[in-house]
Every structure is written in structure tokens, then in C-alpha cells.
């Protein structure tokens, strides 16, 4: 089965910029999805199809894919940014199984 | 407003059954795959299954494969799962989400979560 990689923790500063790797075998050839997810809540989708954004998601948050890594970018991180973030991406060699990566953790300093 | 609603999860021996339901309201529910994913306390997200928009057609993680059953009721904008066999282990807060845009699509809106406790 298709497995996604992240990093259990990442931490930056308030104001410099987070990035938060989602690592898989050839994964530029799917379409990866991120969440958010702040303790105690669902989790809320940020970024879908690589790169877009959904309505009422700040700028700051943007995504890329290629080759064996996705990539989710926070710019000019704020305190209200610290969460879990996931990203999925569906094993379409699998009866349209979804996978999700393990999470990490976004820490502001 | 979109949104789903969970209801039915609670403490049940090992052993036992529950069943899950999930309100959908404010999109047509008929036209949508849905889906649950469960997270294990302090832990990620996990996958569990998913049904098409008819209900012709489930999915499950191989760890509930047998166990559990994805169902719907179109007419009741409702999305179930029946639970049996239940271990410590299928112990999570678990969560309905519809998909958009279909296989290779996005989860949203997610559930505000209902708790499955197994424990003796």
C-alpha cells in the first residue's frame, strides 16, 4: 500500500515561514490534499489539489508537488497557526483507498 | 450551511457492536461519496471506509475489513457504520467527511467527531 512520510515536527518562529514536507514514492503524479487540525476540532481542509486554496484560507498558506515530495508553505507564521497538518492523497491502485500522512506538528517559538 | 453531524459513539465492550450515524444537511446528500476516518487518542488520522453516492459500492481499511459496514440512507441525508467485533484498538474519535470532486478529491466539510471507547 501507498504510504506518505511527514516529519513529526516542525517549529518556527512568528513571522518566518514553515515548511512541511509530505514525502511518497513518485507523489508528483497524484493529487495531494492538506488539513489542519487544532486540538480539540475536525480537521479543516487548507490546501487541495497540490496548490489551491479553499474560500477563507489566508494567502500565507500555498502548496506545491513534485517528484517525491509535496510541500506545504505557511508564510509569516502567527501564533494562530500552531496544529497538526495532514496531507492525503487517494492509492487509486487500491480500490480508491484514501491515505493520509502520519501528521506534524506545527510549533510557533 | 454545510454540514455533518455525528451521533451514537459511546463506551462498549470488547466484543460488542455500536452504530454511527452522520446527519449530512445544506448540500444533496444523494450526489456526494462519503467517508469516516478515525484518530486514536494523541494519534493521526486514519482512513476507515467509504461508500459512492448510491451505495452501490464500499470500501474499508483492511484493519476493520469484516468488522464494520458503511451504509446509506439518501432519502434520511444519513451515513452509517455499523461497528461489530469491536476491539481496544478501534478505540478513536471518529469522523464522517463527504468528498468533493470525487475519487482523487478533497474531504470537506468533516464532522465534529464522535467518540468510540472500547474497554471492559
Known amino acids: 500500500s501507498y504510504v506518505l512520510t511527514q516529519p513529526p515536527s516542525v517549529s518556527v518562529a512568528p513571522g518566518k515561514t514553515a515548511r512541511i514536507t509530505c514525502g511518497g514514492n513518485?507523489?508528483?503524479?497524484?493529487?495531494v490534499h492538506w488539513y489542519q487540525q487544532k486540538p480539540g476540532q475536525a480537521p479543516v481542509l487548507v490546501i487541495y489539489y497540490d496548490s489551491d486554496r479553499p474560500s477563507g484560507i489566508p494567502e500565507r498558506f500555498s502548496g506545491s508537488n513534485s517528484g517525491n515530495t509535496a510541500t506545504l508553505t505557511i508564510s509569516r507564521v502567527e501564533a494562530g497557526d500552531e496544529a497538526d497538518y495532514y496531507c492525503q492523497v487517494w492509492d487509486s491502485s487500491s480500490d480508491h483507498l484514501v491515505v493520509f500522512g502520519g501528521g506534524t506538528k506545527l510549533t510557533v517559538l | 450551511e454545510v454540514q455533518l453531524v455525528e451521533s451514537g459513539g459511546g463506551l462498549v465492550q470488547p466484543g460488542g457492536s455500536l452504530r454511527l450515524s452522520c446527519a449530512a444537511s445544506?448540500?444533496?446528500?444523494?450526489?456526494?461519496?462519503m467517508h469516516w476516518v478515525r484518530q486514536a487518542p494523541g494519534k493521526g488520522l486514519v482512513w476507515v471506509s467509504r461508500?459512492?453516492?448510491?451505495?452501490?459500492?464500499?470500501s474499508y481499511a483492511d484493519s476493520v475489513k469484516g468488522r464494520f459496514t458503511i451504509s446509506r440512507d439518501n432519502a434520511k441525508n444519513t451515513l452509517y457504520l455499523q461497528m461489530n467485533s469491536l476491539r481496544a484498538e478501534d478505540t478513536a474519535v471518529y469522523y464522517c467527511a463527504r468528498v468533493v470532486a470525487g475519487t482523487e478529491g478533497w474531504f470537506d466539510p468533516w464532522g465534529q467527531g464522535t467518540l468510540v471507547t472500547v474497554s471492559s
Open positions: 461508500i459512492n453516492s448510491d451505495g452501490s459500492s464500499t
Open positions: 445544506g448540500f444533496t446528500f444523494s450526489s456526494y461519496w
Open positions: 513518485n507523489i508528483g503524479s497524484k493529487s
